[in-house]
């Protein structure tokens, strides 16, 4: 088959010059590659962008080679079988599809499409870009839209606010603005209750909030510091507003940077000329001095009286008054219990209280009675005294004691006879016999006192000493575990369920109960960084510290200060 192909090429002054060449094939192809037999420099065209194949005298099908499509006709098609006169563009490439020449089949007539063409076209494509492109002005639109803007958004808001009557309509009204409309966020959680009374703490309009608005609700809050001993501009000129700004989210109201305590501790002690006594820190990675701890202690009253301790001072112990050495208890192998071996772990005593945060104490009857039984009596294995409660203890031996004298029938040879002796139903005794029989029974219940609290069962827990006063045989030394040994840090277990116990407890080589097993800085700091840190979890101090949490002052008593000072001041000049 033989294809004419008819090159224009324009010139100057409107001259057309015409090249013909001749191709054989069933088939003509277009594209940018040098096999092509149209060969088309643009770089928008493939190497191979399609095919024309003629399929009858004057009849062509013309075929994309490509997933874009080609125009045929000024419509892009991906196939079309169309007559001679049809026309497909391929990038700046016009072909014209020709009736076949004399002595030929099938004819093509290609040309570049003109640049004046091109940029006609685009304009007509191009959509309007200013108003002057269209039938719209620019005065009378923006004057209506001026109007309704002010009228909805400000006058409507500020009506609410001046009238009630709207100010209890309008906030539930649908799509209509009311003052609401002027809230910068959303309020946080806790005061969502009053959040439409805007006056709770804006007292003035476009007036920031005021302490003294705060304190209404807040008055018992405690202090961070009393401002008169340290003398700080931060700490006296501070306002509720530079740490707690609303309108940020649920969230958003308190204010986790490090910055906030970083910027007055990183040089307390020079600041303060030596009044507190605070380390200074800056960074909990970098620059955090050693934990310190509340230790068990009693003063010289017996009340109960914890001890604030630095971590790492020489001969430091806990002394809880408990013997109770964790490495028996721990032993892989177990421990002997009445119900065979036993291994037990640091769950088996210590178990998270509802919120997760600490521990529950440590309970004798669920945890540790089954293997240390109070009992004392061998003909009564069953029988147990209470445990913690001396006077009960001694009663309860008494009245057992005494019963089994007064019923006969016990088996020890070293009681009187009348003790051992089994009465019949009915048979009373005399009153002699009753006086030796209740004088065998406290005596027995004496000695079984002294064994249980001096021997077999409380002296392995407890520290026992005779008592020191009438009616307290003995005396058990009193138990009191810290349980929070960090008071002016926050801790949770809840938040290291991840961790093991043994990753901040050494729990299996301690010996004795004294042997303090709460861990210090450096055992946070494995996982715990500053602010900055990349590679550990980021902590900021308020992580693990709180502001307020003055012992003593609190946020009613600095604004009655504030107020006598500014009258004392008023009244001078």
Not at 545 to 561: C, F, K, P, T, V
Request: charged share 20%; glycine share 8%; proline share 6%.
């Amino acid at each position: 088959m033989r294809w004419l192909i008819r090159r224009v090429t324009r010139k100057g002054k409107g001259s057309v010059a015409y090249e013909e060449d001749i191709h054989y094939g069933d088939v003509l192809t277009v594209g940018r590659g040098a096999d092509q037999a149209i060969f088309i420099s643009d770089l928008r065209v493939a190497l191979e962008h399609a095919r024309i194949t003629a399929v009858a005298a004057g009849r062509y099908k013309v075929e994309s080679l490509i997933l874009a499509g080609i125009k045929v006709d000024g419509r892009i098609t991906y196939t079309a079988t169309v007559g001679a006169g049809a026309v497909v563009e391929i990038g700046t490439a016009h072909l014209q599809l020709l009736e076949p020449p004399t002595d030929f089949d099938a004819g093509v007539e290609l040309s570049t499409i003109d640049k004046t063409d091109l940029n006609a076209e685009a304009r007509a494509r191009a959509k309007p870009t200013s108003l002057a492109q269209t039938w719209l002005a620019r005065r009378a639109p923006s004057w209506v839209l001026f109007t309704l803007v002010a009228a909805f958004f400000l006058g409507l808001p500020m009506a609410t606010h001046f009238m009630p009557i709207l100010r209890a309509q309008l906030p539930d009204t649908p799509l209509v603005p009311s003052q609401n409309a002027w809230q910068s966020g959303p309020l946080q959680d806790a005061h969502h209750y009053f959040g439409s009374d805007c006056t709770q703490c804006h007292d003035k309009p476009f007036r920031w909030v005021r302490d003294e608005s705060c304190a209404k609700c807040h008055a018992a809050t405690a202090a961070h510091a009393d401002p008169v001993t340290f003398n700080l501009p931060e700490l006296g000129n501070a306002r509720c507003a530079h740490c707690h700004r609303d309108h940020n989210g649920t969230d958003g109201l308190i204010v986790r940077d490090q910055v906030l305590c970083a910027d007055c501790h990183q040089g307390l002690k020079e600041r303060t000329a030596g009044t507190s006594l605070l380390a200074n820190v800056s960074d909990f990675g970098r620059d955090h001095p050693q934990f310190r701890v509340d230790l068990p202690a009693w003063n010289a009253e017996g009340e109960y009286t914890p001890a604030r301790t630095l971590l790492g001072t020489p001969g430091l112990a806990e002394r809880s008054g408990l013997k109770f050495p964790h490495d028996v208890h721990l032993d892989p192998k177990g421990i002997q219990s009445p119900t065979g071996d036993k291994v037990l772990d640091c769950a088996s005593c210590h178990k998270p209280d509802a919120g997760g945060a600490g521990m529950q104490p440590v309970d004798f009857e669920p945890m540790c009675q089954e293997c240390h039984a109070l009992t004392f009596d061998v003909t009564e294995p069953g029988r147990q005294v209470p445990h913690a409660k001396v006077p009960e203890i001694i009663y309860m031996l008494d009245e057992f004691y005494a019963r089994r004298a007064l019923e006969g029938g016990v088996s020890d040879a070293g009681s009187p006879t009348i003790v051992q002796q089994r009465r019949r139903p009915g048979q009373s005794l005399t009153r002699q016999e009753q006086f030796e029989a209740l004088a065998w029974a406290r005596e027995k219940a004496r000695r079984t006192a002294e064994t249980l609290f001096t021997g077999s069962a409380c002296t392995v827990c407890h520290a026992v000493s005779p008592g020191r006063e009438a009616g307290e045989p003995w005396r058990v030394a009193p138990v009191r575990v810290a349980g929070i040994w960090y008071a002016k840090a926050r801790f949770t277990h809840a938040s290291h369920t991840t961790m093991q116990c043994t990753d901040c407890h050494d729990a299996a080589t301690s010996k004795a109960s004294t042997d303090l097993l709460i861990p210090g800085v450096e055992n946070c700091r494995q996982c715990h960084a500053g602010e900055a840190a990349t590679d550990k979890v980021p902590t900021t101090c308020i992580g693990c510290h709180g502001y307020h949490d003055s012992d003593h002052l609190i946020l009613a008593e600095l604004q009655q200060r504030a107020k006598a000072e500014a009258t004392t001041a008023g009244g001078a000049r």
